[in-house]
């Protein structure tokens, strides 16, 4: 039975991490030309990174080149560690529509010496977030489309059908690691076409029918 977690609409204040997947759309992997990753690659984020609608995404005056990543979320409902894949799903309490902006300025050097990437992905309102989404109103969280658009244009179009590791698979290998706690979101990975941005731009984003997205960005 699936987990029904009261405090879960409120994941944005009482969450602890936030745990990010890299280059888990096979669209993405087709793209670069890179090998299919044999298992998750996992970060982490601050929760002091989390955005609602009606605040602006600002631009650090530190980094020349932001990208937008529009993502399924996924809210933890109850913790777990050293969950099945069989088990997992029993331990998400819903979802969200989330954007995890990334410094691909910072991030490329840091994977050029083989650096963290922490202040280029948890710099402060890098990951905007819609209002929780009940576990109820997804039939099928690998079966959503997400689409995001810059001043109007369509950049990124793309379903969770393309996802190389499921749901599951992610809560089964991030608790073999760590216990994810209750409130804690899951940011699944991004389709084709994340690109930079720039102050002034208007980036919406959505996922299938159920959330919908608009944010002003501002410099620093």
């Not at 990753?37 to 990174?49: A, C, H």
């Amino acid at each position: 039975m699936a987990c029904q977690n009261q405090n879960a609409a409120n994941f944005l204040s009482n969450g602890k991490k936030i745990v990010g997947v890299a280059l888990n759309y096979m669209d993405v992997v087709k793209a670069k030309n890179v090998p299919v990753p044999k298992e998750p690659l996992v970060f982490l984020k601050p929760t002091s990174s989390y955005l609602q609608e009606g605040q602006p995404i600002v631009l650090p005056k530190v980094f020349t080149k932001v990208a937008y990543e529009v993502e399924l979320g996924v809210v933890i409902g109850k913790n777990c560690k050293n969950v099945s894949k069989a088990d997992a799903m029993s331990y998400v309490a819903g979802y969200c529509l989330a954007l995890d902006l990334t410094a691909q300025c910072n991030l490329g050097a840091a994977r050029e010496a083989g650096h963290p990437w922490s202040l280029g992905k948890g710099f402060d309102t890098s990951t905007p977030v819609s209002q929780f989404i009940p576990l109820e109103k997804v039939t099928d969280p690998h079966n959503l489309p997400l689409w995001l658009t810059v001043n109007g244009e369509l950049k990124q179009s793309g379903c969770t059908a393309d996802l190389i590791f499921k749901v599951p698979d992610i809560i089964s290998h991030v608790s073999k690691y760590m216990t994810l706690e209750a409130n804690d979101l899951i940011l699944t990975g991004t389709p084709n076409g994340a690109d930079a941005f720039k102050a002034g731009d208007v980036i919406q984003c959505g996922m299938a029918d159920l959330a919908k997205l608009t944010f002003q960005v501002e410099a620093e």
